[in-house]
């Protein structure tokens, strides 16, 4: 250190210069304002960024600034730099990938998380963090009817995870230490088996938690899992000496939210002492309708569940609700006690410690905001979205289906619609021509700016999802899309 400096000294003895309490009020009033102009004038932008690799960090000074900025500079700069380069997933013409709902509750109780800056470890370190969560996701289990014993206030329990793919990861987690703990075999003899249709997040999360073998199950012709192909597959491995772990079924496939048959799944996990998981990431939120309720049949027998909030439910990311059927099971996997975190409370077992839910020690308050939302729309709310996205999902379909140039290529249950251009024959090369004006739809509706769709493959076939699921979306945006659709066919 430079003792010559003059500044040195009092740089080291006082806090840095914040922001006046004032000058936060002014600034924070900017930001707001900013957000809402944005919402406002969202439909006017193009979905999509057309920014090349590089362009947005090209508007970047090189250094870091050694002298504070004022404010009004790093708004500015949210305009300059950053909006080019923005994928606009809350526009009302957002049928891409699923939707990541965003809502103003939600965002507004993200800024109170950041100003109260709590890490909830443990009870003890914010007791108010855990028990609104504890709290709120025992009300999921009864807005959604998910088995009773999945509540905090039973053996079971939910917990915030960051991501599906966390909680995916946790659960194989729970599942090597319970099936290591009954057969004494090292997770290298393990097998997981989930679908040739769930997601990547099953087989990474696979091999994170260090299983030797990850089975890829076949599936039907709607592309759900076929319970027989699983029987088959356990069998062989066992024969060959493995030792079956895990099952990670699915509800609402992120292809074409195909529905695995829970129940039979289940009973074969049962009968062979696999531990169950189901990923619902995207279709949870719709058990919040009754109607829906039949695909999660069998969800009681299940070890694990997880869905996302983050996706459906109007609460922005990250917030994915993950439940447990034995809290335990969780617990003994990822509980490890250093004495700096013993604590009476913790240590008499009268309260729960989130950090042996998850893998993190530090978690911040996701609760907030999944309360905030659910009582600022009211389960009455959020079933209007739901349905009405449906509807708009269905009655895209009818048109999908009035139509000879295209044909639906999945069943179609909650609000996604996947579908290609029919081929003119049966031939290959009818096949490829089809494969090419598909590839081609995509391109020109996402050129339009209008809306933003995913091009994909099924069965090696090109296919294009429209998942319709912005809490903004209407029929307005649905005509808009139907029309960029039919012009751009062929
Ligand atoms: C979106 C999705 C995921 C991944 O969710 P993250 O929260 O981004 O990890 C996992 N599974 C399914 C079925 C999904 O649709």
Same mark, same amino acid.
């Given at each position: 250190m430079d003792q010559t400096d003059p500044d040195v000294p009092a740089a080291m003895t006082s806090p840095p210069p914040h922001m006046t309490p004032d000058e936060f009020r002014e600034h924070g009033r900017a930001v707001i304002d900013w957000i809402a102009d944005y919402w406002e004038r969202i439909e006017s932008l193009p979905v999509a960024s057309t920014v090349q690799p590089g362009d947005i960090r090209a508007l970047l000074p +090189? #250094?870091?600034?050694?002298?504070?900025?004022?404010?009004?500079? %790093?708004?500015?700069?949210?305009?300059?730099?950053?909006?080019?380069?923005?994928?606009?997933?809350?526009?009302?013409?957002?049928?891409?990938?699923?939707?990541?709902?965003?809502?103003?509750?939600?965002?507004?109780? +993200? #800024?109170?998380?950041?100003?109260?800056?709590?890490?909830?470890? %443990?009870?003890?370190?914010?007791p108010a963090v855990t028990e609104v969560e504890s709290h709120v996701l025992d009300w999921l289990v009864d807005l959604c009817a998910l088995p009773e014993h999945w509540k905090t206030t039973s053996v079971g329990g939910g917990v915030l995870q960051g991501s599906a793919s966390d909680a995916t990861h946790v659960a194989l987690v729970a599942a090597r230490h319970r099936v290591s703990a009954r057969s004494g075999q090292p997770a290298e003899q393990m097998v997981a088996y989930t679908s040739a249709q769930a997601h990547s997040s099953v087989e990474k999360g696979a091999n994170i938690a260090g299983f030797g073998h990850v089975r890829l199950i076949e599936v039907d012709e709607h592309q759900a899992m076929r319970p027989d192909a699983l029987a088959a597959a356990i069998e062989t491995d066992a024969a060959a000496g493995l030792v079956q772990a895990f099952v990670g079924s699915t509800v609402g496939t992120t292809g074409t939210t195909a529905v695995d048959p829970v129940r039979a799944i289940s009973e074969i996990a049962i009968e062979h002492n696999l531990w169950h998981h189901v990923d619902a990431a995207y279709a949870g939120t719709a058990m919040i309708c009754p109607e829906f309720r039949h695909h999660n049949d069998g969800a009681e027998l299940v070890d694990?569940?997880?869905?996302?909030?983050?996706?459906?439910m109007m609460v922005n990311f990250d917030c994915s609700a993950f439940y447990v059927a034995e809290r335990e099971a969780l617990t003994e996997a990822l509980s490890i006690d250093p004495p700096y975190l013993r604590n009476a409370q913790s240590d008499a077992g009268s309260v729960i410690d989130y950090r042996n839910w998850q893998v993190p020690l530090g978690r911040r308050f996701r609760a907030l905001k999944l309360w905030w939302v659910l009582r600022s729309y009211g389960a009455t709310g959020i079933r209007q979205?739901?349905?009405h996205h449906v509807a708009m999902a269905q009655e895209l379909a009818r048109q999908l289906n009035d139509d000879d140039r295209f044909e639906i290529v999945a069943p179609h249950p909650f609000s996604l619609v996947c579908f290609r251009c029919r081929a003119a024959d049966e031939t290959d090369a009818g096949a490829q021509a089809a494969d090419r004006a598909t590839d081609a739809i995509a391109a020109a509706v996402n050129d339009s700016g209008v809306a933003y769709l995913t091009p994909s493959k099924l069965d090696g076939r090109s296919i294009i999802r429209v998942a319709v699921g912005q809490s903004r979306t209407d029929r307005v945006q649905l005509d808009l899309l139907w029309k960029a659709i039919s012009e751009a066919a062929v």
């Open positions: +090189d #250094a870091a600034p050694e002298q504070p900025e004022p404010f009004e500079n %790093l708004l500015a700069d949210l305009d300059r730099v950053v909006m080019p380069g923005v994928t606009h997933w809350q526009h009302p013409g957002w049928f891409a990938y699923f939707p990541a709902n965003s809502s103003p509750p939600s965002v507004l109780a +993200d #800024a109170v998380s950041a100003g109260l800056g709590l890490i909830g470890l %443990l009870w003890s370190a914010s694990s569940y997880v869905f996302n909030p983050h996706k459906w979205m739901v349905r």
